[in-house]
């Protein structure tokens, strides 16, 4: 999966010349088979689809320029340009999330069904996993996600983050420990998934107080996304009690308008919530042994709209 050009300037490089129509159609054919995959190191980089669709833009330019005969892999070559191009954004993000009002969480994906057949790839994309990613550096971010998740070398992953595999070795160190100290202590089932939600919405469709604080870890902590558009807490609600009576107390208010449905949220099982037949919110937890240990609710709208469509995400 090495990325050979026959240059010694291992950079993106411009054709000197119009490409021919047989160039154009490669180029084009490379692009879209790869799509997927591209827009799936994006997100994971960036936990933003709006983003991750402007990088991809971003990495079409620039591979529409390249003379694919310098190109020994497309693939890999491609996954160099987008991280490139993801890391860029992300420190861009980050000094967008310093005024964010009141918590960032990534943007909720209506996935696919093979997504979570794919267990690795739905476990690196669950909510709960998106915000443990949101610990580290951009660096350190890109290095976990292009080694731990797609499995590439650490000499590719060099040159997509342009730092020596030796560096690169320490660094893929470094962020597999910060992320093994914050994931979830297993990986968790659909099965378990479906479990706990359902139980949680029981527990809210008909009022039970009990029967909420049994499903929820005692240490649960609730994080709301309103972006300032939408109400929402505005700062982490922690414990049991706590957490389960301001869900109550919240969608109860609107027992009458309100629909909570399951969904396939980043390969997870979810619940999406709908006030008066219109999209409201999405849903997603963190289970550990059992219980819900978080609760994670968008009400966004601007995070919302890959809530209407199935996105196609691909290792």
């Given amino acids: 999966m090495r990325v050979t050009p026959t240059s010694t300037d291992e950079r993106e490089k411009p054709v000197t010349s119009e490409p021919s129509g047989r160039e154009?159609?490669?180029?084009?054919?490379?692009?879209?088979?790869h799509r997927n995959l591209l827009f799936t190191v994006a997100y994971e980089m960036l936990g933003s689809a709006a983003d991750a669709?402007?990088?991809?833009?971003?990495?079409?330019?620039?591979?529409?320029?390249?003379?694919?005969?310098?190109?020994?892999?497309?693939?890999a070559y491609l996954v160099r340009i987008t991280t490139r191009q993801a890391l860029n954004r992300l420190r861009t993000l980050g000094r967008r999330k310093e005024s964010y009002v009141g918590s960032w969480l990534p943007e909720p994906l209506l996935t696919t069904p093979d997504v979570a057949e794919d267990v690795e790839l739905a476990d690196s994309v669950s909510m709960a996993m998106m915000l443990v990613l949101e610990t580290l550096t951009p660096t350190?971010?890109?290095?976990?996600?292009l080694r731990e998740v797609?499995?590439?070398?650490?000499?590719?992953?060099?040159?997509?983050v342009e730092k020596s595999p030796a560096a690169v070795r320490q660094?893929?160190?470094?962020?597999?420990?910060?992320?093994?100290?914050r994931r979830p202590r297993g990986v968790v089932s659909a099965a378990e998934s479906r479990q706990a939600l359902e139980a949680f919405r029981r527990a809210v469709e008909t009022g039970?107080?009990?029967?909420?604080l049994d499903i929820l870890s005692p240490d649960v902590v609730l994080l709301g996304d309103g972006g300032g558009v939408k109400q929402a807490v505005l700062r982490p609600v922690t414990g049991r009690d706590k957490v389960a009576r301001l869900v109550l107390g919240g969608l109860l208010k609107h027992a009458a308008s309100l629909s909570l449905r399951p969904a396939q949220v980043n390969g997870y099982p979810a619940l999406v919530v709908h006030l008066d037949g219109a999209l409201d919110t999405v849903v997603a937890?963190?289970?550990?042994?059992?219980?819900?240990?978080?609760?994670?609710?968008?009400?966004?709208?601007?995070?919302?709209?890959?809530?209407?469509?199935?996105?196609?995400?691909?290792?």
């Fill in 24 to 33: 154009r159609d490669g180029t084009t054919e490379a692009f879209v088979a």
């Fill in 53 to 75: 669709e402007d990088v991809l833009q971003e990495t079409w330019l620039r591979w529409a320029g390249v003379d694919l005969a310098e190109v020994r892999d497309r693939r």
């Fill in 140 to 145: 350190e971010r890109a290095v976990f996600v």
């Fill in 150 to 160: 797609f499995d590439l070398g650490y000499d590719e992953i060099a040159e997509a």
């Fill in 171 to 181: 660094i893929a160190h470094r962020a597999r420990a910060h992320v093994a100290a």
């Fill in 208 to 212: 039970d107080l009990q029967g909420l």
């Fill in 285 to 315: 937890v963190r289970l550990d042994e059992g219980r819900i240990t978080g609760l994670y609710a968008v009400r966004n709208p601007e995070k919302l709209s890959h809530m209407r469509r199935e996105t196609a995400l691909r290792r």
